[in-house]
């Protein structure tokens, strides 16, 4: 049995939300918010480029199947994983669950090629010190983060968490292709310490801070 | 309506909510209640917890309704809602269930005081009880009925609807009436 008292609080709440009630503005389609981050994105990361200036084999290195190969997997996490997070800023994600498995997938190949290269290459892990990658790495991420955070709240998930890793996701292919793009280091060690944990450090932030702003 | 399936009633009202009919988000909230009711009860063991998420998803669906999208659905948009807030109650529930064990335990140990000292013992009962409440729940109450300030005044310092307001100062007397009693 309800206790009756709540019951009655339960009709009042009813009756002050039908109160409160204006029409609405309703969320843009994700599609379209998706679409929209991923033009920013591309100029963001366009004009950001021509400041720092792309890697000078970059025309060598595009006929390097193995450098084109992880370019095209970290740019389509990016975008799978930028999709899916507008479309987690639904409650119900518009039905489209399945699309979570995509970045994941690839996510899970981009550890396994950098596990291998890292396992396969003979490599040592630098002394970490500050570095224009840092820089770089900061500036190819802030306003992709900044806008996709914005998007993302511009909706009510009911996956606080796992939007924020698609975030990150999101937010860290971009700038790892844009950083790969720039800097002409090809070294296993200088990508582990110089151009993938920035976005680690940028991924818990995600998980740990960015998760509760989410919470509504 | 003959014809329509409970959904597609759901859908319509949503539809006409987010215009900004009020008389359709009435009927559409009432008919949301048993079914909301019936889905948290065969998962939450206390019927006190499923009327306060009944009440919390209630209150999320206003929050969010103006992402339910009519080409869509109204269910699995409810459902998702729904599962959220019980998810969400029952992982504050347990973060604070040491907390909750000390309130109690607390409040027993000033059963004689309350009887003997009456008004040191209510007072104190009243400050712990206001103390257990959430931080931004107890200024609300706070502000609007110690202090005295108006719904609107406090949605304008808290930067929240008045409805919110009300609701949550509602809310937090309905907590203070049940540690008091």
Excluded at chain 1, 44 to 49: A, D, E, F, N, Q
Excluded at chain 2, 133 to 154: C, D
Aim: hydrophobic share 45%; proline share 3%.
């Amino acid at each position: 049995m309800h206790d009756v008292g709540k019951e009655d609080s339960t009709q009042k709440i009813i009756n002050s939300l039908c109160e409160d009630l204006h029409e609405l503005k309703l969320a843009p389609h994700p599609l379209k918010m998706a679409l929209l981050w991923m033009v920013l994105g591309v100029v963001y990361l366009g004009v950001c480029l021509y400041v720092f200036e792309i890697r000078d084999d970059l025309g060598t290195k595009l006929l390097d199947f193995l450098f084109v190969f992880e370019m095209i997997l970290t740019l389509s996490m990016a975008i799978s994983a930028a999709f899916c997070s507008v479309w987690m800023a639904v409650p119900d994600m518009r039905g489209q669950k399945w699309m979570l498995s995509v970045p994941i997938t690839f996510f899970a190949v981009l550890v396994t090629w950098i596990g291998l290269q890292t396992l396969l290459a003979s490599y040592k892990f630098p002394d970490i010190h500050w570095h224009n990658c840092y820089k770089e790495a900061m500036v190819f991420g802030v306003i992709p983060a900044i806008a996709l955070i914005y998007f993302s709240l511009r909706g009510k998930t009911t996956r606080p968490a796992g939007l924020s890793v698609m975030n990150a996701l999101a937010v860290g292919g971009f700038g790892y292709t844009a950083l790969r793009l720039s800097c002409g280091s090809d070294n296993i060690g200088h990508i582990c310490a110089y151009h993938i944990l920035p976005y680690i450090l940028f991924a818990l932030f995600c998980i740990f801070i960015v998760r509760k702003i989410y919470r509504w | 309506m003959t014809g329509q399936s409970q959904e597609d009633i759901w859908k319509d009202w949503a539809i006409k909510a987010q215009k900004g009919d009020k008389k359709a988000y009435n009927a559409l909230l009432n008919d949301l209640l048993p079914f909301i009711r019936g889905r948290l009860s065969g998962t939450l063991a206390n019927p006190d917890w499923v009327e306060d998420v009944t009440q919390e998803v209630l209150i999320s669906v206003h929050k969010s309704l103006y992402t339910y999208a009519s080409d869509r659905p109204f269910k699995p948009w409810l459902m998702s809602i729904i599962n959220f807030r019980k998810t969400d109650f029952l992982r504050k529930y347990y973060k604070n269930k040491k907390l909750r064990e000390d309130v109690n335990n607390h409040e027993k140990t000033y059963d004689g005081n309350v009887t003997e000292l009456a008004h040191l013992g209510e007072l104190k009962d009243i400050e712990s009880a206001l103390g257990s409440l959430p931080k931004k729940q107890r200024k609300i109450f706070t502000l609007m009925k110690v202090e005295g300030y108006s719904a609107q005044e406090v949605s304008d310092e808290m930067g929240m609807s008045v409805s919110a307001v009300k609701v949550s100062a509602h809310r937090a007397a309905n907590k203070l009436k049940e540690r008091l009693e």
